[in-house]
């Protein structure tokens, strides 16, 4: 984060906001701007990337399902606006200490073993954070800390790309704690933790669009949307973020219900064409609720 902050220390706070008297690496001065920088670079990303997302590639006959709420997208929003800024009170702290010169972040790369080091940073940041997260949010659905924490993000049953960061504060702090608990124990170049960071919400973003293809050579492995999407609705299944390894290793393994034709998009392409064949027909809806096949109770 200090090449953020030195960035926007030049060309923006200290012409145009601080009193030039006040030092660039005074504390409550780097506070202060990282908490601005950060909820701006969040709240930009989350909106851009979450609009496209929206408009691009979520499905929106999925708006059709019955477990879709009543005003979710603006609901999602809200919720994601009100909790970003609490999210960034612990995360600044972390920053901070890796402004600070605590954390493991370099700036310089030398060939040859320095590009051979990043290509292996990249990849153990990745395993890494994909195996923390996997068991952070499993313990999210332990049933003591579920309904304080966890729960709220899991009212969206299928959820939309606004969904992504629809957390509460807590929960999205703790799922965002192995991105930084990172470059603190392993060294990492800071343009390659940088632009992981936005990977990540990039990423996290894409497992709730509601396209739920994955080409069939990855499907074993890849964690996508359809698996997601199956964790929202049956809650103990699928808690990975990248990969399926963990959920393999821990049990918790689904095949997405996407990937047998019994997804929450076959449903509502059934619904509709029995709707079409039988206008006053809606039996099929409430017979799949009652037998349980599109939700599990939490
Ligand atoms: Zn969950
Ligand atoms: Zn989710």
Same mark, same amino acid.
């Given at each position: 984060?200090?090449?953020?902050?030195?960035?926007?220390?030049?060309?923006?706070?200290?012409?145009?906001?601080?009193?030039?008297?006040?030092?660039?690496?005074?504390?409550?001065?780097?506070?202060?701007?990282?908490?601005?920088?950060?909820?701006?670079?969040?709240?930009?990303?989350?909106?851009?990337?979450?609009?496209?997302?929206?408009?691009?590639?979520?499905?929106?006959?999925?708006?059709?399902?019955?477990?879709?709420?009543?005003?979710?997208?603006?609901?999602?929003?809200?919720?994601?606006?009100?909790?970003?800024?609490?999210?960034?009170?612990?995360?600044?702290?972390?920053?901070?200490?890796?402004?600070?010169?605590?954390?493991?972040?370099?700036?310089?790369?030398?060939?040859?073993?320095?590009?051979?080091?990043?290509?292996?940073?990249?990849?153990?940041?990745?395993?890494?954070?994909?195996?923390?997260?996997?068991?952070?949010?499993?313990?999210?659905?332990?049933?003591?800390?579920?309904?304080?924490?966890?729960?709220?993000?899991?009212?969206?049953?299928?959820?939309?790309?606004?969904?992504?960061?629809?957390?509460?504060?807590?929960?999205?702090?703790?799922?965002?704690?192995?991105?930084?608990?990172?470059?603190?124990?392993?060294?990492?170049?800071?343009?390659?933790?940088?632009?992981?960071?936005?990977?990540?919400?990039?990423?996290?973003?894409?497992?709730?669009?509601?396209?739920?293809?994955?080409? /069939? #050579?990855?499907?074993? *492995?890849? &964690?996508? =949307?359809?698996?997601?999407?199956?964790?929202? @609705?049956?809650?103990?299944? $699928?808690?990975?973020?990248?990969?399926?390894?963990?959920? /393999? #290793?821990?049990?918790? *393994?689904? &095949?997405? =219900?996407?990937?047998?034709?019994?997804?929450? @998009?076959?449903?509502?392409? $059934?619904?509709?064409?029995?709707?079409?064949?039988?206008?006053?027909?809606?039996?099929?809806?409430?017979?799949?609720?009652?037998?349980?096949?599109?939700?599990?109770?939490?």
């Amino acid at each position: 984060m200090d090449y953020v902050l030195n960035i926007t220390d030049y060309y923006f706070f200290t012409p145009y906001v601080y009193p030039s008297t006040w030092p660039e690496d005074d504390i409550f001065r780097q506070t202060i701007s990282l908490l601005i920088v950060s909820n701006l670079g969040a709240f930009v990303l989350y909106f851009f990337c979450a609009t496209l997302s929206y408009y691009f590639i979520f499905d929106h006959s999925l708006m059709k399902h019955p477990q879709f709420l009543k005003n979710q997208v603006s609901r999602e929003i809200k919720f994601t606006v009100q909790s970003m800024p609490y999210i960034s009170i612990p995360t600044v702290a972390l920053f901070l200490l890796e402004v600070k010169g605590y954390s493991k972040l370099y700036d310089d790369i030398e060939f040859p073993h320095g590009w051979l080091h990043l290509i292996v940073s990249v990849i153990s940041f990745i395993f890494f954070t994909d195996m923390l997260i996997y068991w952070i949010h499993r313990g999210l659905h332990h049933k003591l800390v579920y309904k304080h924490i966890h729960k709220p993000h899991h009212m969206w049953k299928i959820p939309t790309p606004f969904a992504s960061h629809a957390f509460h504060p807590l929960d999205g702090f703790l799922q965002s704690l192995p991105y930084h608990i990172y470059p603190f124990l392993f060294p990492l170049h800071k343009l390659v933790y940088l632009g992981l960071y936005i990977f990540v919400n990039i990423w996290t973003i894409s497992i709730h669009d509601g396209d739920f293809r994955v080409p /069939r #050579i990855f499907r074993p *492995f890849i &964690n996508g =949307s359809a698996h997601h999407t199956d964790h929202h @609705l049956f809650f103990d299944y $699928n808690y990975g973020q990248y990969f399926t390894l963990w959920d /393999r #290793i821990g049990g918790s *393994f689904k &095949n997405p =219900s996407s990937f047998e034709g019994k997804g929450p @998009l076959s449903y509502v392409k $059934n619904v509709s064409e029995q709707k079409c064949s039988n206008p006053s027909e809606n039996g099929y809806r409430n017979d799949k609720l009652s037998n349980g096949e599109l939700t599990k109770k939490e």
